[in-house]
T-cell receptor
């Protein structure tokens, strides 16, 4: 079945450091890929997404590129801020030739702490 | 436009008690979902609904029930609470049409079963 493996945390960085959180997936069909962010005490919010190979999702300075050849969707940001401290989840929504598969499969989450 | 709302925010139950977690969305989404989030384990799908009157099991449905009588509401019922159901519960909704798959989440309900 579908699965998502993401980098184990926690990750601790200083402000303005470069961030990478690795995410790889296994899926049948043609999945869409997502990064969700969960701030302390809140629900998940969509951060960015990509729906086909070589698409780049971007938002708030974060980027991730859908790499079908390596089945990866790594999250990057050039300069993190204290306000980026949160848990980040990689997820996929598997699709087949018949259309969308509505079920999201999540990774376990990566806790990011950014220190001033 | 409130999005997805959930009540209560926090609840303590005794073993064997029952309760209903409420979820409402005002985005006219056709799909709705219930997840549970356990520490270090990501989110697991409990139940989902593709429209009013239609529900189906997810990965971890045992001990839970759902109903969907309207487009807006998707309550989750725990009949006999057990300590294993201590978790944070998230409701989500999405509109499936023309390939749109983004799910929108509520703020969560933290449940403690003692």
């Amino acid at each position: 079945g579908d699965s998502v493996t993401q980098m184990e945390g926690p990750v601790t960085l200083s402000e303005e450091a470069f961030l990478t959180i690795n995410c790889t997936y296994t899926a049948t069909g043609y999945p869409s890929l997502f990064w969700y962010v969960q701030y302390p005490g809140e629900g998940l919010q969509l951060l960015l997404k990509a729906t086909k190979a070589d698409d780049k999702g971007s938002n708030k300075g974060f980027e991730a590129t859908y790499r079908k050849e390596t089945t990866s969707f790594h999250l990057e940001k050039g300069s993190v801020q204290v306000s980026d401290s949160a848990v980040y989840f990689c997820a996929l929504s598997g699709r087949n030739s018949g259309g969308s598969n509505y079920k999201l499969t999540f990774g376990k989450g990566t806790l990011l702490t950014v220190n001033p | 436009n409130a999005g997805v709302t959930q009540t209560p925010k926090f609840r303590i139950l005794k073993i064997g008690q029952s309760m209903t977690l409420q979820c409402t969305q005002d985005m006219n989404h056709n799909y709705m979902y219930w997840y549970r989030q356990d520490p270090g384990m990501g989110l697991k799908l409990i139940y989902y609904s593709v429209g009013a009157g239609i529900t189906d099991k997810g990965e971890v449905p045992n001990g839970y029930n759902v109903s969907r009588s309207t487009t807006e509401d998707f309550p989750l019922r725990l009949e006999l609470a057990a300590p294993s159901q201590t978790s944070v519960y998230f409701c989500a909704s999405s509109y499936l049409g023309q390939g749109e798959e983004t799910q929108y989440f509520g703020p969560g309900t933290r449940l403690l079963v003692l």
